[in-house]
Nanobody, 115 residues
Framework: VQLQVFGGGLVQAGGSLRLSCGSS????????MGWYRQTPGKERELVAT???????NYADSVKGRVTISRDNGKKTMYLQMNTLQPEDTAVYYC??????????WGQGTKVTVSS
């Protein structure tokens, strides 16, 4: 599968961005999809996940500011990020986990939040 990520960029603190992760195949084959982020010198960390039946999970650092969603018909997962802060600056990656357990990653997209 190919996962293509769109929507990164530069935004001022307090602003919003929406990231999209489009799949070349039906996302119904994925048990879980998620967004992760990474900053230089740090481990990649979970931002949010969503299961095939719509259950969501968020990192404490983004709860209340971020919403993950998926549109099965459009084969796309989204991450709506509001009230962005400089500490949200990172490269964001989308991830998909097959029901069989294997994983695919999309390319990263850079999000920069200026203060």
């Amino acid at each position: 599968v190919q996962l293509q990520v769109f929507g990164g960029g530069l935004v001022q603190a307090g602003g919003s961005l929406r990231l999209s992760c489009g799949s070349s195949l039906s996302i119904l084959r994925f048990s879980t999809m998620g967004w992760y982020r990474q900053t230089p010198g740090k481990e990649r960390e979970l931002v949010a996940t969503i299961t095939s039946d719509g259950r969501t999970n968020y990192a404490d650092s983004v709860k209340g500011r971020v919403t993950i969603s998926r549109d099965n018909g459009k084969k796309t997962m989204y991450l709506q990020m509001n009230t962005l802060q400089p500490e949200d600056t990172a490269v964001y990656y989308c991830n998909a986990v097959y029901f069989g357990g294997s994983t695919s990653w999309g390319q990263g997209t850079k999000v920069t939040v200026s203060s």
